[in-house]
């Protein structure tokens, strides 16, 4: 998925480099798989029922799954209902994934580069 923040953050820390780092690419370049979905109808699958008016369909949630089977996980909601977007969820829950995955990635980094 397509991050103009996350591009943005990259653009920023790849200019002002002068050693190894963990870039976007190197850990986009390690997702498998992205899957996305909304809590309420994982609730709808899991449970058979869905209430009117339920919070849960505003929490957006990505799964990346890594070429080496690890996997993380990224959400979002808005805090009012009225500014929920599909397509906006997902991006950031996306972000929110990636997000997690950099402190893994430079540790990794880190350890390869003190051996």
Known sequence: MHSDTL??????SAAKAT???VSLGDMEGKIERELYFNAADMEQKCH????SNNPLALLTICILVMRNG???IGKSAPASPENFDEEKGKRFAYEDAIKQLWPLEGYALREKLAA
């Open 48 to 51: 058979g029922s869905a209430s």
């Open 19 to 21: 050693h190894p780092r």
């Open 70 to 72: 690890f996997t993380v």
């Open 7 to 12: 591009k943005a953050t990259e653009e920023y």
